[in-house]
């Protein structure tokens, strides 16, 4: 594996990620942001926080695996989330647990970063997911 992740001590714990990954390898893989559509771009769950975040999160998945890599080869995960407040994590985390297993996100995750927007390309777009990965 190209990647390790890990906390230091001393580091703030829990968290729902490790603070740190070490890559080893010559391939960088770049899933740009993934939102909450269908293949066809119907959006799926419109209005859920939760739902949009695992959505985001298959997709994030197969961009991944069309570069031939998993959440296995991922340094960083980046989320975008619209007008977040501080009481939105427990939704935010449900959607994440929700496909953790399905997806091969292991818990906690890879380093991330949870940054709130005011708006996102379109309305009913919630949360987007960028992730970067490294391969051998």
């Keep these: 594996m190209a990647v390790r992740q890990f906390t230091p001590r ?6 729902p990620y490790h603070h ?19 293949a066809d771009g119907t959006p799926v769950a419109p209005g859920d926080l939760a739902g949009q975040v695992g ?5 994030t998945a197969l ?6 890599a998993s959440f296995a080869d991922v340094l ?4 975008y989330v619209t007008r977040w407040r501080p009481e939105l994590i ?7 647990e929700a496909v953790a297993d ?18 996102l390309f379109e309305p009913d777009v919630l949360v987007e997911v960028e992730a970067t990965a490294l391969l051998d």
């Design 10 to 15: 001393g580091m703030l714990q829990p968290t």
């Design 20 to 38: 740190v990954a070490v890559g080893t390898g010559s391939r960088h893989v770049h899933v740009s942001g993934q939102i909450a559509r269908a």
């Design 55 to 59: 959505h985001a999160l298959r997709n």
């Design 63 to 68: 961009g991944l695996a069309g570069a031939g």
């Design 76 to 79: 960083r995960l980046t989320f």
């Design 90 to 96: 427990g939704p935010f985390m449900a959607g994440v």
């Design 102 to 119: 399905e997806v091969g996100l292991s818990l906690p995750m890879p380093p991330a970063s949870l940054i709130g927007v005011d708006f």
